[in-house]
């Protein structure tokens, strides 16, 4: 309850003195009374108002005087703002939302940010500002009150500047709301401090206590677009935005808003404006088209150069995208990096495979002595084949057939003994030697299986025969292979 002194001068334990200290205080209590009870008034309208709180449309203002409508927040990264623009609706009522990006350069930032922090502003007024604004002033009311009923004079002023600092950073932390009767209260606080401090025997003020924070220039607020002006701001925008895909998008959402907006716009201005859209569109489809082809041609050609080795061959068709890019107009910069990062990455496969055709030339004369040392084992062992698939097949051969087959591949493994292999044809020579052996294994086996009758041992010469057969034919593969130039996988 409020001490009154009015009511009564010597009242609830004020006394005479206190009142002729405190007048100020009255006055403010008196005040922040009626403003408690008129905001309360005023936050229970507010609370009932259906259409109280703005919309969510933002605005962005480009440095050519440019106005774009945006919904909701827009978003700043890497040097450019990300913005969603509404183009209609859907057919559920839900806005339809483009979503577009510019280098931030192109804002006028000041008043886009002014215009930003006007809507917050009005969108807290129209919902948390009465409420906020009376919960404040009936704390300062309370601690108005209490500096009335306390005879202490420094903790008169203790809680006057405490009501004072309440106030000094309100109106910054609350969007500048309701700043001029911040002011007022700020003042009847200040006359308050002042007496008491006087009275106080103290000479100096305390400066920070007068810093009542002024409501930022604010940024006078749009209402919705109109069609005409969603079409117009919307082209515009797609003459800013720098990205192919988004370009396109925008221009296709803005077909879309005018086929929704008929009867609404003037037939004549519809069709002016759908054509224009429409040629826009097929030219960026168009330029799209060259590019994708200029691609697909320079990759075929660096991938044939690189496939033989060229590296000048691949690195001159840097030159030639370069050059058919400025025929083009240089008008899909993302497109041309992507291809140069093909190009270049064909260019480094033909310096590998140049690299490796290269080491292989200075190895090819000893790999192609080393074919010619083993043709004759190799031949003894392709003329084994045969009786080898007999005995694979358990189907033979004749006994005196077996034991032309193992001199055969006695010879065979005899040179292959006497050869040494050089640097890098040491896995073919492993190949061909176990071939042998395998070879030999098999003929044995098949001869005590003839002479046992063994069922048993015909199946493990079958294994091994299988087995050299299988090692003869890799290292035929592999012996072709180092005979053979390098080429791209």
Known sequence: MFCTPLENPSGFGCSGSLWHTTRTVQKARGYLVRRVASLALAAMAVAGRADGSPGPLLRVFLTDGTTIACFGEYARAD????????????????????????????????????????????????????????????????????????????????????ARRQLAGWGRDHYGYRAREIAEIAALLDETISELRAKAGYQAFDLSL??????PARERLLGPPAPADVIAQSIALAGHADDPAERQALYEGILAFIEGAGGRLDAAALRSARLHVERQLARERSIDEQYRRLA??????????????????AQSVLEVLGRRDVELGRLRPQMVAAARTAVRHEIEAARRLRLERDHWAV????????????????????VAQEPLEDIRRLAGPRPDALRD???????????????????????????????????????????????????????SASAAAAGAQLLLARAREELKRLLTPPQRP
């Open 363 to 382: 190895k090819v004369r000893a790999y192609r002595a080393y074919e010619r040392l083993v043709r004759r084992p190799v031949g003894a062992l392709e």
């Open 210 to 215: 007068v810093a009542v924070a002024e409501p």
């Open 79 to 162: 040097g450019r703002i990300i913005m969603s623009v509404p183009l209609g609706e859907r057919d559920g009522g839900a806005p339809r939302l483009q979503l577009v990006s510019l280098p931030e350069d192109r804002v006028d930032w000041p008043r886009t940010e002014r215009y930003r922090e006007s809507s917050r502003a009005a969108h807290y007024a129209a919902t948390r500002g009465e409420h906020d604004f009376t919960a404040m002033t009936a704390q300062v009311a309370d601690t108005l009150n209490a500096i009335a009923v306390t005879g202490d004079p420094a903790r008169q002023l203790e809680l006057a500047e405490q």
């Open 296 to 313: 697909r041609e320079v990759a075929v050609l660096a991938r044939d150069r690189a496939a033989r080795a060229d590296v000048r061959g």
């Open 405 to 459: 087959v193992g001199r055969q591949v006695h010879l065979a493994s005899r040179r292959l003994e006497a050869i040494v292999p050089p640097s890098g044809m040491a896995q073919v020579h492993d190949l061909l030697r176990s071939a042998c052996r395998l070879a030999a294994t098999a003929v044995n086996v098949r001869e005590e299986a003839v002479v046992m009758g063994s069922l048993d041992h015909a199946w």
